[in-house]
Structure formats: C-alpha cells, structure tokens
C-alpha cells in the first residue's frame, strides 16, 4: 500500500495527492504537522531534508515532489499523466520548472501578506512579486495556447504541479482577469473531483493562520 505523509496545505503534497487520486491509485495518507511533526526522528528517517511530501512504497522511500510524480508515472503509467512527443514533453516539463523555480517563489510575499506576517507588509516586495507573477503567468498562458490542458488534450503532470498554485492567486488578491486563457483552465480544474477533493478549506486555513502566528508571537 502506497502511504503520503503530506499536509493539507502544502501545494508540494497536494500535487502528489492529486496524480494519486487521477490514476485511481490506493493509498493512506499521513498528517504532518508542520509545527514539530517534520523534526520528530520516525520522519527524518524518512526525509533528512525534513520536507514533505514523502511517498513510501513498499519501505521504498520517495522525497520532492516532482521527483515522485515521476515515480507514479513510471511505475503506474496508466492513465497516462504525460504526452508522449518531444514539444509537448517540453511544454511540460518547462510548466513545471517555471512554477516550481519562478512563479511559486514570487507568490510567497502575497501569501505571507494573506497570513498576517510582517513580512507581507513590505510594499515593494509585495510590487516586485506581482511583476514576477504577471512574467509567470504570460509565459503559462502562451505555451497553453488554446489547448485544454499542458501539452495535450487531456490531463498533464503540468497541469497538477501548475494548478496547485496559479488558482491560488485571486485568494492572495492577484485576480487572474487578465490571463483569459488560464482563467478558463483554472476553472476546468477545479471541476475535477481531485482538486475539489484535496482543496484547503477556509476553516484549515484560519487554523493554520493562528497556528502560525502563535509560534511567531512566541519566538519574539
């Protein structure tokens, strides 16, 4: 049986708890907390880096999260979350990168605005960021194209890893009105039983929020 240790609002977990739950796979998930569980001995076992998500396999442990949508595909390939020419391949796995590298990283000040940390109150920070994400988003929404999805008409890995954080944006008050096309995809996906299944609730949010800044309040 395949086990997940993940959180529910890790966009890391939530892309390998999505391709789980698109190949129809069986799996138990693990709750990690993220405010101690990640330094306890059982899981550095696991994962030195004390990161989540961690897939385990038959003992055979699996850390970062692209790295594991990999060893789904690869070992699980049907239903395929990858095309299989060269440019759409690409397309891909340039989604990825890009969300993973640029677009993810751009998107903390706007998520630590959001939560309430002092670092969202930097107002250039917070204008840099919104510049970095409009470059992400036009780069996104020019290798969609009018394609329904990353790279092929049906379900793609980009698709997952993209999609765990672009229709975060109008949350974090980065509507996505002027990226038409990703617009109409963002709401596809939320269609999807899995994002509707692995989506964080406002009351997980709220508790996460206060969670936080408890600790913060603490280690002043």
């Given at each position: 049986?395949?086990?997940?240790?993940?959180?529910?609002?890790?966009?890391?977990?939530?892309?390998?708890?999505?391709?789980?739950?698109?190949?129809?796979?069986?799996?138990?998930?693990?709750?990690?907390?993220?405010?101690?569980?990640?330094?306890?001995?059982?899981?550095?076992?696991?994962?030195?880096?004390?990161?989540i998500p961690v897939l385990v396999d038959n003992g055979f442990n699996v850390v970062?999260?692209?790295?594991?949508?990999?060893?789904?595909?690869?070992?699980?390939?049907?239903?395929?979350?990858?095309?299989?020419?060269?440019?759409?391949?690409?397309?891909?796995?340039?989604?990825?990168?890009?969300?993973?590298?640029?677009?993810?990283?751009?998107?903390?000040?706007?998520?630590?605005?959001?939560?309430?940390?002092?670092?969202?109150?930097?107002?250039?920070?917070?204008?840099?960021?919104?510049?970095?994400?409009?470059?992400?988003?036009?780069?996104?929404?020019?290798?969609?194209?009018?394609?329904?999805?990353?790279?092929?008409?049906?379900?793609?890995?980009?698709?997952?890893?993209?999609?765990?954080?672009?229709?975060?944006?109008?949350?974090?008050?980065?509507?996505?009105?002027?990226?038409?096309?990703?617009?109409?995809?963002?709401?596809?996906?939320?269609?999807?039983?899995?994002?509707?299944?692995?989506?964080?609730?406002?009351?997980?949010?709220?508790?996460?929020?206060?969670?936080?800044?408890?600790?913060?309040?603490?280690?002043?």
């Open positions: 049986m395949l086990k997940l240790y993940h959180n529910h609002l890790s966009m890391n977990s939530r892309r390998v708890w999505i391709a789980l739950l698109e190949k129809k796979l069986e799996f138990d998930l693990v709750d990690i907390k993220l405010d101690g569980d990640q330094l306890q001995a059982e899981f550095l076992a696991m994962n030195p880096f004390h990161h970062e999260s692209l790295a594991i949508l990999d060893y789904l595909e690869a070992k699980y390939p049907s239903p395929s979350l990858l095309p299989s020419n060269a440019k759409d391949l690409a397309i891909v796995r340039m989604v990825e990168m890009a969300t993973v590298n640029e677009l993810v990283p751009a998107m903390n000040p706007l998520i630590y605005k959001m939560m309430g940390f002092p670092d969202g109150e930097d107002s250039q920070k917070l204008e840099q960021a919104k510049q970095k994400i409009s470059t992400g988003l036009e780069f996104l929404a020019k290798l969609l194209g009018n394609s329904p999805y990353f790279g092929s008409d049906e379900l793609t890995l980009a698709d997952i890893v993209a999609g765990c954080a672009v229709p975060l944006l109008p949350m974090l008050d980065f509507p996505l009105t002027h990226y038409q096309e990703l617009n109409v995809w963002a709401e596809r996906l939320m269609q999807r039983l899995s994002w509707q299944t692995t989506a964080p609730t406002p009351e997980l949010i709220a508790a996460f929020k206060s969670r936080m800044q408890t600790l913060m309040a603490q280690r002043q």
